[in-house]
């Protein structure tokens, strides 16, 4: 089932762009997603659309949820949450302690050394640059939808692979997608021939949502006017 589709009106692309987001039944631990997105995704496929999978479904899916609960935050990792300002990952004890055993707790101290250096000069993100994908990979459990919204969800293993074996199943391109209302989109793996900046692009407007739409596919397709350019906009140009 799909829900509202959108028109991207993107100033660098051809206009034409459709995101359509498709509801899905509930993503759980062990499912096989590839054919559960063959499924949803039935009769709705073109040659040259592209399935955009979330990567928080595909790591539900590899059993990367754990329950806040479960988690006992040291005291340190509540010292440096309290300290983490508005980023709702880093400023969960929970999310800071998977950090910690992650990164090591001298790189993270050295890190958040570095930030608080870095605020008093007026320049912020540092902790956040020098831990990279360690502190990108952790969902934090504010905002996910039910019954979700007390996981912390991990970074999907080898994305490139479930990207591949999806694509496979659909008879398609693929990608994995990690997305935010910030305005900001990662592809984490994708099938052969993509052009990744012009996925990242179309996925800025973050169309799946951050709430509980329960839409962790979307599906980019152009469709061109009489007179517009045939070839897609969303493959590399060979």
Do not use: W
Request: charged content about 15%; hydrophobic content about 40%.
């Amino acid at each position: 089932m799909s829900a509202t589709s959108f028109v991207l009106e993107i100033p660098s692309l051809p206009r034409d762009i459709i995101a359509l987001p498709v509801r899905t039944p509930l993503v759980q631990a062990g499912d096989d997603l590839p054919a559960l997105v063959h499924q949803c995704l039935a009769g709705m496929l073109g040659p040259d659309d592209v399935v955009c999978v979330s990567e928080t479904a595909v790591a539900i899916a590899q059993g990367r949820s754990i329950r806040a609960e479960t988690i006992r935050p040291s005291p340190l990792a509540r010292l440096l949450a309290q300290r983490a300002g508005s980023y709702a990952t880093m400023n969960q004890p929970e999310s800071m302690q998977l950090v910690l055993e992650s990164a090591g707790t001298l790189r993270v101290l050295a890190a958040a050394a570095v930030g608080a250096a870095g605020r008093v000069v007026g320049r912020r993100g540092d902790f956040y640059r020098i831990l990279g994908s360690t502190v990108a990979e952790i969902d934090g459990y504010t905002g996910t939808m039910p019954p979700y919204e007390r996981h912390i969800v991990l970074g999907p293993k080898d994305p490139q692979a479930v990207a591949t074996a999806i694509a496979q199943a659909c008879g398609t391109h693929v990608c994995v997608v990690d997305a935010n209302d910030l305005g900001k989109a990662e592809v984490l793996g994708a099938s052969p021939g993509l052009d990744l900046q012009a996925l990242r692009v179309c996925l800025s407007t973050n169309p799946a949502g951050n709430a509980d739409q329960q839409t962790p596919v979307v599906v980019l397709k152009y469709r061109p006017r009489p007179g517009s350019s045939a070839r897609s906009p969303f493959l590399a140009q060979t």
